[in-house]
């Protein structure tokens, strides 16, 4: 029995080393993302993973409305939001003061 008991922790040890360094931040940035998508509102800065600026105009079930430019409107995939800004915040204004 002590035979295969080395091998069996040698086991247990390297599959728990496994979760902690690779599933368990998988599982992390995932939820992270989920909740970036979700807290995304009509009015939020958004940028896609196709690297589109734009401002939301509507939101659906699986989608948004984006303006990009004066009179430009494009329908977007939920899942293509990568980052978020809400125009209100104080990144946004100084990003505003120097625009202008």
Do not use: C, H
């Not at 979700?38 to 303006?67: A, P």
Request: no cysteine; proline share 4%; net charge negative.
């Amino acid at each position: 029995m002590s035979g295969i008991a080395g091998p069996l922790v040698f086991l247990a040890i390297a599959t728990i080393a496994w979760y902690v360094l690779f599933v368990f931040p998988q599982q992390k940035q995932a939820r992270e993302r989920r909740e970036v998508i979700d807290s995304v509102k009509i009015g939020d800065e958004i940028i896609t993973y196709g690297g589109i600026f734009g401002v939301v105009k509507e939101v659906e079930d699986d989608w948004f409305i984006i303006t990009i430019a004066d009179n430009v409107d494009i329908k977007a995939a939920k899942e293509a939001v990568v980052m978020r800004r809400d125009p209100g915040s104080p990144d946004a204004a100084a990003k505003d003061e120097v625009n202008d």
